[in-house]
Antibody
Framework: QLQLQESGPGLVKPSETLSLTCTVS??????????WGWIRQPPGKGLEWIGS???????YYNPSLKSRLTISVDTSKTHFSLNLTSVTAADTAVYYC????????????????WGQGTLVTVSS | EIVLTQSPGTLSLSPGERATLSCRAS???????LAWYQQKPGQAPRLLIY???SRATGVPDRFSGSGSGTDFTLTISRLEPEDFAVYYC?????????FGQGTKVEIK
């Protein structure tokens, strides 16, 4: 069974960089051919797509975050990461990593496996 | 970007009743690339429906999706106690993919 787990600091100061890692385990050996994504959810609010990455490293970002965002994947295909610079209180949210469904082979797809999420608070 | 509007905001029903949730798009979603998720407090969303009407693995058949173009519906035929949660729709027809604001199904 494919599992995803987010990790990283729970508290980031304003203007600093938010860095998270998603560790992928289990599942089939072809998981290296998947698209992976990050989604966030501010407390009490809805879901927002952050960005997606293909195992080869091709990235796709939400235009609203693109200027501050970097998503990368390691060559072992067991981790992918998110860096969001110049954070403000508006970036406070639960951050999820997820696997995109192969029902549509695209960086724009639905998500069939999710991590449990990690709360990141931006505060001094 | 495509804006998704879900209605109602809250649905108050009793176990055993039928739930009908709506998701309306600001422009037509081609190829019916519309998904529905269930989210319970403190948990990640769970994929229920993809391609507007296909059930994800392990999803009970009391959940069904329908619709095309700009109007989509999630129906829960008979509510079980574990179905009380927040439901989100997502369009993945065009980038940026977007989510609706959610419908909360609560116990009446």
């Amino acid at each position: 069974q494919l599992q995803l787990q987010e990790s990283g600091p729970g508290l980031v100061k304003p203007s600093e960089t938010l860095s998270l890692t998603c560790t992928v385990s289990g599942g089939s050996t072809d998981r290296g051919t998947y698209y992976w994504g990050w989604i966030r959810q501010p407390p009490g609010k809805g879901l927002e797509w952050i960005g997606s990455i293909f195992y080869k490293g091709d990235t796709y970002y939400n235009p609203s975050l693109k200027s501050r965002l970097t998503i990368s994947v390691d060559t072992s295909k067991t981790h992918f990461s998110l860096n969001l610079t110049s954070v403000t209180a508006a970036d406070t949210a639960v951050y999820y990593c997820a696997k995109l469904s192969t029902s549509k082979i695209s960086p724009t797809s639905c998500y069939d496996h999710w991590g449990q999420g990690t709360l990141v608070t931006v505060s001094s | 970007e495509i804006v998704l509007t879900q209605s109602p905001g809250t649905l108050s029903l009793s176990p055993g009743e039928r739930a009908t949730l709506s998701c309306r798009a600001s422009q037509s979603i081609t190829n019916r690339y519309l998904a529905w998720y269930q989210q319970k407090p403190g948990q990640a969303p769970r994929l229920l429906i993809y391609g507007a009407s296909s059930r994800a693995t392990g999803v009970p058949d009391r959940f069904s999706g329908s619709g095309s173009g700009t109007d989509f519906t999630l129906t829960i035929s008979r509510l079980e106690p574990e179905d009380f949660a927040v439901y989100y729709c997502q369009q993945y027809d065009s980038s940026p993919q977007t989510f609706g604001q959610g419908t909360k199904v609560e116990i009446k």
